[in-house]
């Protein structure tokens, strides 16, 4: 268990040492509690719920035996952490949405295909796979020790507890994840698990809508593979108790040599990279009053571009972005050399593909 540096206030001590925990039915109860002022009964609410519990409307409940928890916290003196790996279960309606994003059935038991989850939590998206897919194969990662068993309670297959530091020993048809978003964490996730993926494989996921407009190179990087291989859109707030603002994402595991046809020299550009940001800049007025002015300068040409890029990136229509599309860009600027044919989406490139 995971403390604060909080001691255990004298009350609680006495309260947490004398509750009696009963089994009923399919869970644990705790009773001879006394009465408590709302201030205690918060923080005894607190340490609950930090080992599993709940209230059911009428008593304190657990999905397991507290008894070992209770007694190990009175014994440390110190007030566990409420949620020490911040898990926020994805809600059923986005996970049915990230499954229509995957472009998944909504039930078939003739899939029997290999699915991942990788930050399972409490099981939210494992159990909606199993739902759908009762003859696909799950496999389960997850860091918090309490959620690990709340996951084979439920029959999952956990693998192990920390994601990115197992060594996983297959590749997955599916990999559907809502990762960790602190300090961008979520793209090492993200980055591990795409590498897990069997050839034509899809992995779909939820991640905070900074990997839109994000600077950093991790960053930068994760974008240019979804801008290349996926599809990314905006879902708003979907959880409860943050208020993050997420997208959806999918990325396909191509092979090399469909990266570099799909991507190769095309309508006089030297990669559809190219043509497609520069599709997206021609619409762009900005774009236009610079070329009226004879903007010349390349520097300023530069962060134009950079500018409206980032605009389309925010709006989740992602675009590879890099030096050398950048500069390619730039010179189909000053060589004023207009694309003659409409705009046309990452699916549409794909299916003429």
């Not at 209770?70 to 911040?86: A, D, M, R, W, Y």
């Not at 859109?233 to 959806?248: M, N």
């Not at 991507?263 to 009053?289: F, I, K, Q």
């Not at 390349?298 to 950079?306: H, P, Q, T, V, W």
């Amino acid at each position: 268990m995971i403390y604060t540096n909080s001691s255990l206030e004298a009350t609680l001590k006495n309260i947490l040492s004398t509750a009696v925990v009963v089994k009923n039915d399919n869970n644990w109860e705790l009773i001879n509690l006394p009465q408590m002022r709302r201030s205690v009964y918060e923080s005894f609410k607190t340490i609950l719920e930090a080992v599993g519990g709940s209230w059911d409307g009428k008593k304190h409940i657990f999905w397991r035996d507290p008894t070992a928890a209770l007694q190990e916290i009175v014994t440390v003196g110190k007030t566990p952490k409420l949620n020490p790996f911040s898990l926020f279960e994805t809600p059923p309606s986005e996970i049915d949405d990230l499954f229509l994003l995957l472009n998944l059935p909504t039930a078939d038991s003739t899939i029997t295909g290999r699915f991942l989850e990788p930050n399972a939590g409490r099981g939210a998206i494992a159990r909606k796979i199993r739902e759908r897919f009762p003859n696909a194969i799950i496999d389960c990662y997850e860091i918090d020790p309490i959620n690990r068993e709340v996951l084979e309670s439920q029959g999952f297959n956990v693998l192990g507890d920390d994601f990115l530091s197992a060594e996983v020993p297959q590749k997955y048809h599916f990999v559907v994840m809502n990762p960790p978003f602190e300090r961008d964490s979520y793209v090492d996730h993200i980055q591990k698990a795409y590498g897990l993926l069997e050839p034509g494989g899809r992995l779909g996921g939820i991640a905070p809508h900074g990997l839109t407009i994000g600077r950093t190179k991790a960053v930068r990087s994760l974008r240019n593979l979804i801008a290349e291989r996926g599809h990314c859109e905006d879902i708003g707030r979907p959880f409860e108790f943050t208020k993050a603002h997420c997208v959806a994402f999918t990325i396909d595991h191509y092979s090399e040599d469909e990266i570099v046809r799909v991507w190769s020299r095309t309508n006089g550009y030297a990669s559809w990279h190219v043509y497609y940001a520069l599709m997206h800049l021609y619409d762009e007025p900005r774009w236009h009053d610079a070329m009226e002015k004879g903007e010349t300068n390349r520097e300023n040409i530069g962060n134009l571009a950079d500018s409206l890029i980032f605009k389309s990136n925010k709006e989740c229509c992602l675009l590879y972005w890099d030096e050398t599309v950048r500069s390619q860009c730039i010179d189909l600027f000053l060589a004023e050399i207009a694309p003659d044919e409409p705009v046309r989406t990452q699916k549409e490139v794909y299916q003429e593909a």
